[in-house]
């Protein structure tokens, strides 16, 4: 019995706006199991990225429950929340958001480091991942010297090296030209599996979201399991 | 603290040198003021006290004179007779080299040996010599070699007029040269030659067992006092006091400036960051975390700054010290500090200050960057908005500020040093309310703007739509211009008000006056046949007499101001509250006497007030007939007429003559007649035209300020450092903005002058906004703190030349700002600056 | 040790003259002034006329001079006391100078004063300097008064009594002196030879016997005091070669009516300087000059202070005398630790044989260090 990466149940979230209250996110209902990849489709303005910052735990949900790995991070309050995200959450963004003033290496080692991570076990896992991701060369490059994909890869990296319970990728391949986003994305769901990370990707590309074990779809809100094609 | 994140910050820190350094330069200026006054101060201070204790050594007890000095036989009485056999003779007396003033000392070295400790090891037949030969004395050897001058070399010096030319037989070592520096010791005998004062004592330093000194306190004659040598210096640091406070003060000026310095690079240094920092908390760096190493940057610049601070302010302390001296020297007493004296305290103190500071001012960038969302979506427009709406709070909160501030100096009765957090509270407060200013301003210019060019219709825009760097900006600079406007305001106020004192009080065409050899200046004075002859010269209408004499007093000393009235003498006093109705009566009649302001003020006296002073026969009270205006003594004065002082105290003596020509007659000419009519007596004397003490009292004024025009300049510097860093730093940050100007086809050059618009614009705002706080400034300088430190009340003039240079040094400071990134704006291609993120 | 610095140097200069026949350091201090040479200071190379009361008063044109006192005392309740008292002059040069200050002088007094409370064995001594000006310190003649401050010895007009007051942060003594003896010019009619070189002499004379009645204040009361005083005065201008150690000079006042001086100068060879010389002396005056060869001192029993070793106990053998004398103290710690140290004090004179009190008298020892 697999234990359940995202447990999400009846949340809701709404803004206001002016005197009136916008809602964002109705009753969402979703559960991702461990390891699992699941892409999140929807159209720009549908509440992706706050269904995103509500599962990462930097938006707080109206009501509902968001557990992921068994902890139910609704309940949590900071710092606790940081730490967990810090544990258990990677990111993969589509302006890949590296530290620009440190190296690939340095980049990738940033959440061994804050995870406490060994010294001595530290520039192994590293060196692992820069070969995972085939940036072995450009180790000592400070990101502004990087290609967008190369960044891309990196940012993968990054998410993934502390073995997190679920990575979080908003619109991963968004600035990267066909070739360079396949290949980002290829690595990204490869070594996911590896390490055995749930995978959420959210996309408003059907193309991208067909590479997912299942698609959910969010529409003004409201977010369904059903297929692809009746989403779109 | 996770050592990437460390790394990072650093590397941050050098990517951006500009940034860094200038603020880094900030610091350091603003810890080289700080340290660089303190240590002036303290060696000043450390110097009097050293000298104070070396000179007093281990007396528990002096008997004071009076104007006459001690007699001598008061000495041998209490040595033989009472059986004090722990008592030391004191001579002492001023002698001028050149434009220096030395302390002579005479000791009478046989009743030295429980006193002091002042020399070293002699040459074999100094003490000898000492004895025996006239004019012989010792140098101390760190004024000998600074004066280049050895043992049994000639030294030719002034004393009250006369030259002489004295024997340094040999030179004072001591345990600590800096405590005999600017001292000559000789024999008692030799410095009653010299001084010419044969059976006169200044001082008798005595041991006493407790009981002893009421039971001689008692016994003292009339005139003589018995103190504690350690209240009479106390006495005399207090005099000091005053003056020193504002020189501290001054220097936290600059630190202040330089606050908003930090304060603004930190803010930037956040704004800049704030994408990276929304990713840091993103991989779950925390709150405390990113707090942490903000404060960690900024605690690293404050560090390096304030060593570098330390290094500088040694450096401007040799300077200030010769400053700080001559004003005492000039205003208080006599004082040779040579020397600096180095402090770890008050290098500690400054670094303390320098460090602390600058985390101060990144505290709230610190607590902004610990409150970044971590989501990167963050627009700036958003960032703009919420500037916006905390603006009505950032107001309110600099209004209530600027209340307190007030508060705070209404209530806080004469404190000088709540007087000064007022004046910073209002400055703050002030600082608070100007980027609410900006933008109303800009709201207002938008309007008017709308029919100007595009550029100015660009620049304008830019300032409002980017508040939270202008006004942050804006509010450093108008701060810095404001201090060296208010500074300039009070300055100015104080010398048109001593101006226009002196030319009112100065009510003869000749003064005549007795040179002195005392440091209390109160001994020289005129045989009393000088004014008969003067008055007998037929260019001479009419004369008086003055004479300024320190009494001892049960508070202590007490200056009094003994005046021989002519027929205007009366004009020379203006009073602040109407004086008794008969006030002239009453006081040639001795029934009445004159309070200077600074003393009603210091004493918490009014006209109709009684006061008592201690005379020959007895303790005497006198009312106050009318409080003067009175910029000469910041201790106070009482005036009394010379025919009360003279039946009191039996002292008819007087040290000036006031000479009022007949019309028509030529001060000139006067002068050479009252020279010749004056001729054959045996007197030293100086002879001024009421222009050359209008001239030299201004020229003292001017030497007193000196140090603060230099403390003001260099509160304008780290000003200067603080513009050009925040302009800069804004300009930069724009880089993008405007690289996708270019690119929508901006010409450099356009490009450049919109820069140089916006920054002058900004320097025109902060100019603007000066004015009110630098007038404010100079208020509360005049009202609180002028007053409450020396007692005098100074009519504000608003010179409009201040008005503009304000005006100017802030645009001017805020264009040079701008040429550099202008100049690099113009350089960068378009397609790099748009890549660069 | 004294604080102010150049006052070494003053120490120095004075230290000499603190004894009887000092000039080996005063010498030296001499030349150390920076050659004060004795220019211009009148010096004793012949005898000359003594007249009395005037040359009780000061010599001021010799260099140095003193009025040295000093007894063993015998209090009301039972308790034995000895003195020291000497008020020294010093001119660093022999003209004054003329000034409107009254502290500028040529002359500098130096007082000593000891006191030995001999049933405590409790010593202690003082100094003091002044400069003779400003009322401070001076001498007078007709009558008599020669004062360093609240010290006090003058001489009552007319009647040849002395009086001396000596008050000190310890005790206070006040004596009325009555001469008990003529004055005994010493050496050739008061010239006393200290060097082979002419004018390396100084003049002395001694009262060698004066009856003493005062009062003792001594740690809270006031104690009736008699007994025996010794006078000396001498004033003189000399130096001497350097070849002296020290000296030991006794002063004896035998219960016989006799009293006895002499010094026996040290050279640093050890051996007994010829120069030494003495003199014996009873109520009626002058009995015999006393030459080196006349008389045998042996010293028997050392007290040791630091580095001094001071011997205490002396074997006196005097020619003509049949009995050895034993001359002894009661008190070994009369050392004078001042700004020049030396030993200073009351001794007891007793026939070896029998351990006969004869008499008693002073003792002083300079040159141990």
Redesign the interface.
Known sequence: MQRLAVDISNLSRSYREGNRSHPVIRNAEMQIQAGECVALLGRSGSGK?TLL?LI?G??RPDSGEISIDGERITQLK??AL??F???Q?G?V?Q?F??????TTR?NI???L???NCSIATMPKKVAQMLEAVNLTERGDAYP?QLSGGEQQRVAIA?ALVHRPALVLADEPTGNLDQAAGENALDLMIALAREEQSSLLLVTHSLTVAQRADRILTLQQGQLSEQGAELAW | MSRLLLISALRHLHRHPWQSWLSILGIALGVAVIVGVDLANQSARQAFLLSAESLTGKATHQIIGGPAGIPEDLYRELRIEQGLRQAAPIVEGLVKLGAENLQLIGVDPLAEENFRHLSGELAADAARRLFLEPASVLLSSITASRLGVAADDNLTVTIAGREVTLQVVDLLEGDNPAVLEGLLLADISTAQELLDSPGRLDRIDLILQPGQAERLADTLPPGLHLEVPASRTRVMMEMIDAFQINLAAMSLLAMLVGAFLIYNTMTFSVLRRRQLLATLRLLGVTRQALFRLLLLEAALMGLVGAGAGLVLGIFTAQYLVELVTRTINDLYFVLTVKQLIIQPVVLLKGFLVGVGVTLLAALAPAIEAAGTVPVSALRRSQLEQRVHRGLPWVGLLGIAALLLGWLLIAVSGNSLLAGFSGLFLIISGYSLLVPPGVALLSRLSNRTGKRRGLLVRFALRGIGANLSRTGLSIASLSVAVAATLGVSIMISSFRATVADWLAYTLRSDIYVSAVSSRASSSDATLLPETRQRIQALPEVAETSTGRRVTIQSRHGPVDLLVLDFASNTHEGFKFLEPPLADLWAGYQRGELLLTSEPYAYRHGLRTGDPIILDTLEGPLSLTIGGVFYDYGSDQGLIGLPASAYTRYWGDAAFATVGVILQPGVEPAAATSAIRQALEGFDQDLRIRSNREIRDYSIGIFDRTFAITQVLRLLAVGVAFIGVLSALMALQLERTREQAVLRATGFTPGQLSRLTLLQTSLMGLYAGLFSLPLGWLMSEVLIEVINRRAFGWSITTQLPVNAVFEALLLAVVAALLAGLYPAWRMSRVSPALALREE | MPRFAWFIVLILLLSGCGNPAPETEQFQVAEALGGASDAGFARATNPREFLFPQDHGPHPEFRNEWWYLTGNLHAEDGRDFAYQATLFRIALQPEPIDSPSAWRSNQIWMGHAALSDLQAGKHTAFERFARQGAGLAGAESLPLRVWLEDWQLQQAGGTGVWKLQIPTEEFDLRLELKPASPIILQGDNGLSQKSRTPGNASYYYSIPRLTANGALSYRGETLRVNGQSWLDREWSTSALGPDQQGWDWFSLQLNDGRNLMFYQLRRKDGSVDPLSAGSLSDERGLRQHLRPEMIRLTPLKYWVSGNRRYPIEWRLELEGEPHPWRVSTRLADQEMRLSVTYWEGAVEVRQESSGDLLGKGYLEMTGYD
Do not use: G, K, Q
């Open positions: 990225s910052n990462a930097i938006d900071e710092p940081t730490l995200r810090r544990r959450i990111f963004y302006f958001n590296l530290i620009p003033t440190l340095e080692a940033l959440p480091e804050l995870n502004d990054r």
